[in-house]
Each structure stands twice: as structure tokens, then as C-alpha cells.
């Protein structure tokens, strides 16, 4: 089955250390997102890229980083930079070119920083 | 710039009564709505999405939106809830100009048995 598979499920770190998140798709998506969810703030835009080998900041890049190599793979590194990391963050991916193609998320990583 | 609006953070309905998640928009260019539910510790799954051929859209388990252009507003139905419809569920438009999409805060549902 197509679908966006998010690695580990629960991470655990502790304060001061980079962390990388796995997001790795199989629908053939040109464009990969990530996004912070925090309760009742809804979803955030982290970064998103529209093809390999390039990407964008959104609202809340501050002590993220992201690579897009292949075309599969959106990896996201938290960094110590960031001043609250704990969250739940969503991967998605979605068409780039097709006419009002949704997102497609994959099951989250809740990462503890303590 | 585009934005949305979930009134009401939290939504509790007898089991049997009608669901209704409201969503407003805003957007200089027309929209694609779309609605999306969340189970705990799960990604976002597509309810339904608006892509301009039916103002009534029909979407999975039994939900319905209803796009209306002069109230800016895509809210959600379902005529009789189900205990397996309490999950948060998310209002989020996208315009086609650097293909972004913007989410609501989420509305979470609480069905009462």
C-alpha cells in the first residue's frame, strides 16, 4: 500500500542534542511538508519542499533543518536551537502539480526533550 | 492571505444527534477546503474535499460539507453521530499559489453515549 511512513513513533532526547525525524513516502509525491502540531494551536508549517534538492522555510523554521535528497525521503533535524521542541510533528506529501490534490500525512512522532 | 476560522474548540453531541463542525475562510483567490479527522496520536486522514464542482460534498463515514461562497463558510455535517466519531477534526484551505495550505486550530468532538 502508498503511504508515508513516520520513524520513530515516540523519541526521547534530552536537552542540547540535534535530533532527526524519518519521513519517507512511496506515492510518488513531488512535494513533502512538515508540520508541528501542539494542542490547541492546530497545525504548523515547518518546511516544505516542492522538489529534490530544495526547500522552504514556513512559519516556524527557527532550529529545524531539513535535507530532500530523494525524491522519498524529507528527514527533519530538531536542533538544540530550538527553544521548545517537545511536540507531536506530522510529515505529509501531496502532487505538486495536480489540481487541488490534498495532503497525505503520515502517523506523527512524539518527541520528549527533557 | 488566506486563514481559517473553527468556531468552537470543543463540540459534545449525543450519540444519534447531528454533528455540526462549523469552518470559516478567508481567501483573496478561490479556495479548496478541505476537512480532515484526527484519532489520538494519528496523522490527519481526509474527510472530503471542495474542488469547485459541487457545493454539497460528500466524504467518508457518513460526513458532508457544504461549501457557501457568500457566508465565506465550509461547514461540516453528519445527521446521526456515532461513538466512532469522537476524534479532532481540522478545517484547511489551500490556494494553488505556492500550493500552501492553512489550517484551523481544530475542533474536537465528544460524543456522548
Known amino acids: 500500500d502508498g503511504g508515508i511512513t513516520q520513524s520513530p513513533k515516540y523519541l526521547f532526547r534530552k536537552e542540547g542534542q540535534n535530533v532527526t525525524l524519518s519521513c519517507e513516502q512511496n506515492l510518488n509525491h513531488d512535494a513533502m511538508y512538515w508540520y508541528r502540531q501542539d494542542p490547541g494551536q492546530g497545525l504548523r508549517l515547518i518546511y516544505y519542499?516542492?522538489?529534490?534538492?530544495?526547500?522552504q522555510k514556513g512559519d516556524i523554521a527557527e532550529g529545524y533543518s531539513v535535507s530532500r535528497e530523494k525524491k522519498e525521503s524529507f528527514p527533519l533535524t530538531v536542533t538544540s536551537a530550538q527553544k521548545n521542541p517537545t511536540a507531536f510533528y506530522l510529515c505529509?506529501?501531496?502532487?505538486?502539480?495536480?489540481?487541488?490534490?490534498?495532503?497525505?500525512f503520515g502517523n506523527g512522532t512524539r518527541l520528549t526533550v527533557t | 492571505a488566506q486563514s481559517v476560522t473553527q468556531l468552537g474548540s470543543h463540540v459534545s453531541v449525543s450519540e444519534g444527534a447531528l454533528v455540526l463542525l462549523r469552518c470559516n475562510y478567508s481567501?483573496?483567490?478561490?479556495?479548496?477546503l478541505f476537512w480532515y479527522v484526527q484519532y489520538p496520536n494519528q496523522g490527519l486522514q481526509l474527510l472530503l474535499k471542495?474542488?469547485?464542482?459541487?457545493?454539497l460534498v460528500k466524504g467518508i463515514n457518513g460526513f458532508e460539507a457544504e461549501f457557501k461562497k457568500s457566508e465565506t463558510s465550509f461547514h461540516l455535517t453528519k445527521p446521526s453521530a456515532h461513538m466512532s466519531d469522537a476524534a479532532e477534526y481540522f478545517c484547511?484551505?489551500?490556494?494553488?499559489?505556492?500550493?500552501?495550505?492553512?489550517f484551523g486550530t481544530g475542533t474536537s468532538l465528544t460524543v456522548i453515549p
Open positions: 481567501s483573496s483567490v478561490p479556495p479548496y
Open positions: 505529509a506529501s501531496s502532487n505538486w502539480d495536480s489540481y487541488n490534490s490534498p495532503l497525505h
Open positions: 519542499s516542492q522538489i529534490v534538492n530544495d526547500f
Open positions: 471542495y474542488t469547485s464542482a459541487a457545493t
Open positions: 484547511a484551505v489551500s490556494v494553488r499559489t505556492g500550493n500552501q495550505f492553512y
